[in-house]
């Protein structure tokens, strides 16, 4: 059972570049999220899904686009990394039957330089 | 909204010692809580979480919380802590009809051998 799966686990970008992440979850969930977790400031929300076919924002969507292929897959795609991106990045997934408890990915670090 | 406050940033204790770190949180309405564990350099895992029932709640590798309505309080609790439970700690709180939980600022615990 893999639960969460993210790629790639670390990526450098210039300034101006364009990169998706990838978040593939088996575990049958319907809710799928984007977090940036960044020093002091704890885990904030970017995307969210809560089932397939629908995405809303989050509290820092910014420079961000997602896109929920469908029930497994939830990706996150910069358009135009900014040094204020670099941050490391978290998919997690949840469902009713597990009380909304989230699963989560083991995280992409990202430096834009 | 709801809001999630962490007192302790950061905790230091020697092995052995008992731990008690504090979760306050805003929203007076039915609740569901969460605590979760980030060892360095990993993902989020759950530690434990609170639905109904008994507020005494029982997690993983000994930690407990306990839920007082009346404090807006979910204080995670173990009575002797070991080296390898140096992590960051990480409480959530899901209400209003929200699936998605807000997440406090964390809690980073130190023990030393």
């Known amino acids: 059972n893999a639960g969460v799966t993210q790629t790639p686990k670390f990526q450098v970008l210039k300034t101006g570049q364009s990169m998706t992440l990838q978040c593939a979850q088996d575990?049958?969930?319907?809710?799928m999220y984007w977090y940036r977790q960044d020093p002091g400031m704890g885990l904030r929300l970017i995307y969210y899904s809560a089932s397939e076919g629908t995405t809303d924002k989050g509290e820092v969507p910014n420079g961000y686009n997602v896109s929920r292929l469908n029930k497994r897959e939830f990706s996150l795609r910069l358009e135009s990394a900014a040094p204020s991106q670099t941050s490391v990045y978290f998919c997690a997934s949840s469902g009713q039957l597990d009380n909304y408890g989230y699963t989560f990915g083991s995280g992409t670090r990202l430096t834009v330089v | 909204a709801q809001s999630v406050s962490q007192h302790n940033h950061h905790v230091i204790l020697s092995e052995a010692a008992s731990l008690e770190l504090g979760c306050n949180y805003s929203?007076?309405?039915?609740?569901?809580l969460f605590w979760y564990v980030q060892y360095p350099g990993q993902h989020l895992q759950l530690l434990l979480k609170?639905?109904?029932?008994?507020?005494l709640v029982k997690g993983i590798k000994g930690f407990e919380a306990e839920f007082i309505k009346s404090k807006f309080s979910f204080n995670l609790r173990k009575p002797s802590v070991q080296w390898s439970d140096t992590a960051e700690y990480f409480c959530?709180?899901?209400?209003?009809?929200?699936?998605?939980?807000?997440f406090g600022r964390g809690t980073s615990l130190i023990v030393h051998p």
């Open positions: 575990m049958n969930h319907n809710s």
């Open positions: 609170y639905f109904s029932g008994d507020p």
């Open positions: 929203y007076g309405g039915t609740v569901n």
């Open positions: 959530a709180v899901m209400g209003g009809g929200s699936y998605i939980p807000t």
